[in-house]
């Protein structure tokens, strides 16, 4: 990108605030990639001259985005520089989660760090999105009053659901596993806590879990990828030039109903039959290896069937076998479509990675004609914290898009 | 994309070429983009000076990329100003096509327009490569002399064929019904045809028909799509951001193994099972359809079946209507993955698209979530002419890239 720089004709003050933004936005970009850059190397790589480097720092050091960390050895030559990296001590950012049954939230800093986490088992199918949105506004209450605690300012909340969302509005158009339908999920937040002085975003699991594994997991460097995102639905996300790719109207990424058994299989919610979700979904899997009604209070399906395989139980290891199969088949077809290089398997099927993997692997060498080495199965790396790390990344993103977001510290108190 | 301008430093003669080659494909493209403008509009809207600007219309007015059409009204105020637009007249792409059954070329102008066209039915598989590349080369030499009778140079040939690519070497790597493996397709045609004073670009067969409907045809315009190339067996492509999508390794789009019987079905070349393929390739429809064996001098499989729907057939209707079926199938489980606006049946499926669209839309409105109105399915508008259309396109494409591949007129004769 190159710096927009004030031509020498009268600009308007409009011009003037949108330059200098953007090139806030440009000086805070470099630091966070580079990590540690002094105010001559950002001159040097940005093309625009010191004067404006030094103003620029100084109002993302004011705005809490930038801090000094101390001085660069300087090789002897001239006098030591300044180090300036992202600020961890000012800014926060939650990240918060409606799933089937958990919820979740958590706080990062500006450099991705999880500062906070807290999650609740919450059974929020057919419940009242009132009474959900209350209890998980009682648990970001909690996070808020340990920024407090911290010293640092919340700027935004990324809000995860497991349905798809409208672009632009925000609206949760549809989340079949919670029978939710046409609902400003941020709104109604808002109104929870109080109309807090931050920005609130709403975006899909699959998506927000993908953006959490490029950021801080299983994806990072990716450019090409997919992530399948078990829960009692499967969802997923396709990668494209390192970002989520949206589609026509933003919601690519369902491999959840690719066909396995299109004809004789059970009925889907989208109207098919036996599409992966009906035979690979977190209550599909249960009921395969027969814990089904074996509900527990702490523990997740999907936990219960890993610590049943992990102690050797052959009926639930063959049941998962069968699942990996299947999985693999509906890879192999995404592979021959999409052609990604990394494929994350994540949520409940993340959980379940080390009894699927092999054979998941197996059915994609077979079924494609790839190489074994072309197309890399793994599984996530941040596991349920996935889709909160992706809602608070994508408020750091914003931040880091627009600095002037970040407030200033008030005049007086 | 903004011009690049020599700085006021000395700079190298190469990095002068680059400068020179850069702006040339600038206002060629522009002129391309607009069909018609004059050289004032192109300063403006390149940003280029006028004298830059008409020393690179000279050179393309030279080499034969751009002509002058007329006179514009000037509006009364100074004098009228000659129009641009590209030239038709002086230079020629071939496009190429080894297909399973049939050899075609075509020879378009620097506009896109077919100056010739030509087809024969070939049985090309597990037929020596040799003896068929030099059948094309023979169909490309008349194209040749037809070229020189209409007075077009040409100045590069794009030859598709139905397997996998290699990119940068342009090397053949597998064509399962041809039967052909690790070829360089390109260069045994350039020998074949006595090293003609061009370039010769190999690509996919499914991408060159994507690539001119995208120019010319059911594509243009389209941002988000996909294309399923039905032959003998099923390829395709995805379109993203208007352009073939090459996924990780250039082999995205093949929708052809999408499973649909993945336990029970025929075997697949894939070493699957009941892939798309195996159940909506040609044969297979000729096969449900009864006309195996009926083979015909003149008629392609699919041509055949689409007569005989064409005459009212009720036992050929009711087995279209399974392939529908099956293709919606397919269909919706990549419309669920890469969320496309527009679906185009193309090769052997095009010809039936009229028995087939209807029943493939019923499957997808049924078996997604998406509103019957998201996504279009439509029939091929190219034809048989969709691949050779794109050969000829890449070729097109690359000369408005890079201009100085067209030749200067000969000095002397």
């Keep these: 990108m190159n710096p927009l720089t004030t031509s020498s004709a009268p600009v308007r003050r409009a011009d003037q605030r949108a330059v200098r933004q953007s090139n806030l936005s440009l000086v805070a970009r470099r ?35 930038v801090t000094e960390s101390g001085l660069a050895d300087g090789g002897g030559v001239g006098r030591p520089a300044q180090i300036l990296e992202l600020d961890d001590s000012r800014i926060a950012a939650l990240g918060l989660e409606v799933n089937v049954d958990y919820l979740a939230v958590c706080v990062c800093d500006l450099r991705g760090a999880v500062r906070y986490h807290a999650a609740v088992g ?10 959900v949105l209350a209890a ?18 919340p700027i935004g909340a990324g809000v995860s659901l497991p349905g798809t969302i409208e672009a632009g509005t925000g609206t949760l158009i549809h989340a079949p596993n919670l029978g939710w339908d046409e609902l400003a999920v941020g709104e109604s937040l808002r109104a929870a806590l109080g109309d807090p002085p931050f920005t609130i975003t709403v975006g899909n699991d699959a998506n927000l879990a993908a953006l959490g594994e490029l950021e801080a997991g299983a994806l990072r460097g990716s450019q090409d990828g997919l992530l399948i995102y078990g829960n009692i639905g499967i969802g997923g996300a396709v990668i494209v030039d390192g970002a989520i790719f949206a589609g026509a109207d933003g919601f690519a990424g369902e491999i959840g109903h690719m066909p396995v058994r299109p004809f004789d299989g059970e009925e889907c919610r989208c109207g098919g039959r036996g599409c992966l979700e009906t035979l690979a979904g977190q209550e599909a899997i249960a009921r395969r290896v027969g814990i089904q009604g074996a509900r527990s209070e702490t523990l997740s399906p ?32 995404a592979v021959s479509l999409i052609n990604p290089r990394r494929v994350v398997l994540a949520g409940t099927l993340g959980t379940l990675a080390p009894w699927l993997l092999p054979g998941a692997r197996a059915a994609v060498v077979q079924r494609t004609t790839v190489a074994p080495t ?31 977001c970040a407030p200033l510290p008030a005049l007086s108190h």
Excluded at 138 to 152: N, Q
Excluded at 309 to 322: H, K, T, Y
Excluded at 380 to 398: C, K, M, P, Q, Y
């Design 122 to 131: 919450h059974d929020n199918r057919g419940n009242c999105p009132d009474v």
């Design 302 to 333: 999907a936990t219960l069937v890993a610590e049943r395989a992990a102690s050797g139980d052959p009926a639930v290891i063959a049941a998962l076998d069968e699942v990996a199969e299947i999985l693999g088949i509906c890879i192999a077809a």
């Design 136 to 153: 998980l506004a009682e648990l970001a209450a909690e996070a808020l009053a340990e920024c407090d605690t911290l010293g640092l300012t």
């Design 374 to 404: 072309a197309v890399e199965i793994v599984g996530s790396e941040l596991g349920d914290e996935a889709a909160i790390r992706g809602g608070a990344a994508l408020v750091l993103h914003n931040v880091l898009s627009d600095p002037t």
């Design 31 to 65: 630091i966070a990639e580079r990590g540690a850059i002094s105010r001559a190397q950002l001159a040097k790589q940005t093309g625009l001259n010191k004067t404006t480097v030094s103003s620029l720092v100084a109002e993302l050091i004011e705005r809490g985005i």
